[in-house]
Every structure is written in structure tokens, then in C-alpha cells.
């Protein structure tokens, strides 16, 4: 199996962690995008989507889901989302596609995160991909100083903006001791919206796909 057909075995897998009738939260990405594909074989048994970036969004309306604002929406039993690096606490590095403000956000409200991932993104030690800060423009320099005197290298991502109209600094060469004390550091930076570790809330369930079949791990 090739790392595609590891993305969506793991994301076919997710369809099971679906609640009937609820509202489903989803991520971000080519991971996700497999869910999406998925989850419109039971659009009828689900009541919508809450999205985590226009691409989703977009992708979830065209397969004829509905698609409600945060706002709109009581609960969200469940969330679905990939990752670029989890470790085996479930602590994740996110937004290698930029969507990681609203990805935290919808996260955050959700009940239970379900992590879709090939096995690629098991790692011992987060940092070896490095870690998308999401910065209001005006604060760029300053920003960059400071993840600079965390150690880190940083590069400003490339003709990019978020969905919110701000810029990424992908911050390299971090060692990340600890993850839940790096996200608050990084995330009291002034200037910065969010950054993309996800330690104080990580994932709950791990779908890992490797060429022996789904693990699911929790
Ligand atoms: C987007 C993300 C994605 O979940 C992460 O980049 C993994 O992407 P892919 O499923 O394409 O490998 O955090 O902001």
C-alpha cells in the first residue's frame, strides 16, 4: 500500500467512530479529505459537519453535506482530523496545511478527538517536522525573535495566508522536551494566534494505518 491508501484506510476506519445524528467535527487535509469522501455515504444518518477551513468546507458541501457554523451548533461528540507528527502520548504537531487556529478551535469544543494518520506520523519525539505558528502580520518580526530564542530556526511560509488573513512561521530544529509547556510558551508570544502543537488537548483515539491493517489505539 502506498501512503495514500494508508491515509484512507485510516479515515474509512473513522467512519465507525461517526455518532448517528450528531453533528461531526472535520479536519483538515489529505487525510481528511478521504474521511470526507467516506462520510458522504452516510450523509443521510448524520445531521452535518462543523469545519475547521474553507478547503473542508468546500469539499463537504460539494458532497452535498450540510456544513453549520461553530455558533449554530450545541456539541460536537466527535472530531476527526490527521496530523503531521503524533507522539504516544497522542501529543500532535498540526497545521503542515495552514488550517491549525480553527482545526484547535473545533477540537476544543469537540468530545472526543479521533486522530487519522498513516503510520508514517508515529514518532518517538515531536519536532522533526517543523512546527506551523499561526501570527498576525503586523507582529512577524517580533514573533520570529522570540521562536528564535526558543531555538528554533524559523522560515516564514511561502505565499501563503490562513483563513483568518494572517501568515505561518514554521519554526525547524525545536527540541520539544515538553510539548504542553512549548504550546503555552509559543501560544504567549504576543502576535501569535496559535501554534500547532497540540499537547493540553491531544488526541483521545489514534487510528493508525500500517500496511498489517488499522490499529486503533487508545
Ligand atoms: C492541516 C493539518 C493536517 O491534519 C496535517 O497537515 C496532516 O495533513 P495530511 O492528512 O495531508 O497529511 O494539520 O492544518
Given amino acids: 500500500m502506498n501512503q495514500d491508501e494508508l491515509k484512507r484506510a485510516a479515515a474509512l476506519a473513522a467512519l465507525a467512530h461517526v455518532v448517528r445524528g450528531a453533528v461531526v467535527g472535520v479536519g483538515t487535509g489529505s487525510t481528511v479529505n478521504h474521511f470526507i469522501d467516506g462520510l458522504a455515504t452516510m450523509r443521510g444518518e448524520i445531521a452535518g459537519a462543523v469545519s475547521s477551513s474553507e478547503a473542508s468546507t468546500q469539499r463537504l458541501s460539494a458532497l452535498g453535506i450540510p456544513v453549520f457554523a461553530l455558533d449554530e ?41 479521533v486522530c487519522i494518520c498513516d503510520a508514517s506520523k508515529r514518532v518517538e519525539r515531536l519536532g522533526h517536522f517543523p512546527l ?41 530544529d525545536l527540541t520539544i522536551d515538553d510539548p504542553v509547556a512549548l504550546e503555552s510558551e509559543v501560544d504567549h508570544i504576543a502576535g501569535v494566534v496559535t501554534n500547532g502543537l497540540f499537547a493540553r488537548r491531544g488526541a483521545d483515539v489514534l487510528l493508525l494505518a500500517t500496511p498489517q491493517g488499522v490499529r486503533s489505539l487508545a
Fill in 73 to 113: 451548533v450545541e456539541s460536537i461528540p466527535v472530531y476527526v482530523d490527521g496530523a503531521d507528527e503524533i507522539d504516544g502520548s497522542f501529543n500532535m504537531i498540526k497545521g503542515g496545511g495552514g488550517a491549525l487556529t480553527r482545526e484547535k478551535i473545533v477540537a476544543a469544543v469537540a468530545e472526543r478527538f
Fill in 132 to 172: 506551523p505558528v499561526e501570527v498576525v502580520p503586523m507582529a512577524r518580526a517580533h514573533v520570529a525573535r522570540q521562536l528564535a530564542k526558543l531555538g528554533g530556526r524559523v522560515v516564514e511560509r511561502a505565499d501563503f495566508v490562513t483563513d483568518n488573513g494572517n501568515l505561518i512561521l514554521d519554526v525547524h
